[in-house]
């Protein structure tokens, strides 16, 4: 299967700062999904993007999928403490294999 | 729905014991996936079925892991014999078609 690399592996910001993380695949993605694990959770489903050059938002969150569908990228701005969390891409090539998450801490 | 329902929540077992996690998907969906995640090594995908079909196992560590999907509801990952370097979360997630994933709750397993 394909495998998706995520950087960074952590971030920790200052509440208000913005914050981006960055998906790569070797393949081309059919689509990619981002999902948001909080602390002792599991993942859940944020959005998916599948159409080149692809944008979306949901209130301070934007998902970018790029021209050539091999890259992505998560950037939240102004974060909150409810931010917090693991954040990880998947390619979705029917098996769903993740990226190494970025986890992000807030101090507020 | 309940969601994807996965059981123990919490396993602790002494190295060399048969471990066995079950998972039951949500109803209509057909995609069924087992990960393991730990600190050093992520979210890795062990193994995923689709309409109860084993497609791709490749993520299993070796041959003490198995996993099972005798029908829709219903799948099992089974570790025998258990080692202390298994100890990780264990999730199962379903999926129908090419949309999200659902995971469940998973199982903390401690090897000791």
């Known amino acids: 299967g394909q495998q998706v690399m995520q950087i960074p592996q952590y971030q920790h910001v200052q509440e208000g700062e913005d914050f981006t993380t960055y998906c790569n695949s070797s393949?081309?993605?059919?689509?990619i999904q981002w999902y948001k694990q909080r602390p002792g959770g599991h993942p859940v489903f944020l959005i998916q993007?599948?159409?080149?050059?692809e944008v979306k938002k949901q209130k301070r969150l934007t998902f970018q999928f790029g021209e050539a569908k091999k890259n992505s990228s998560l950037h939240i701005t102004a974060t909150q403490t409810t931010d917090v969390g693991t954040y990880f891409c998947?390619?979705?090539?029917?098996?769903?294999?993740f990226g190494a998450g970025t986890r992000l801490t807030v101090k507020p | 729905d309940a969601g994807v329902i996965q059981s123990p929540r919490h396993e602790v077992t002494e190295m060399g014991q048969e471990v066995t996690l079950r998972c039951k998907p949500i109803?209509?969906?057909?995609?069924l996936f087992w990960y393991r995640q730990t600190m050093m090594r992520g979210l890795e995908l062990l193994i995923y079925?689709?309409?109860?079909?084993?497609?791709?196992d490749s993520g299993m560590p070796e041959d003490r892991f198995s996993a099972k999907m005798p029908n829709a509801s219903f799948s099992t990952l089974k570790i025998q014999p258990s080692e202390p370097r298994d100890s990780a979360v264990y999730f199962c997630?379903?999926?129908?078609?090419?949309?999200?994933?659902?995971f469940g709750q998973g199982t903390r397993l401690t090897v000791v």
């Open positions: 109803s209509g969906h057909d995609y």
């Open positions: 993007l599948v159409k080149s050059g």
């Open positions: 998947a390619g979705n090539n029917n098996d769903m294999r």
């Open positions: 079925f689709n309409n109860n079909v084993p497609i791709d």
């Open positions: 393949t081309t993605l059919s689509n």
């Open positions: 997630a379903s999926r129908g078609g090419n949309t999200e994933a659902f």
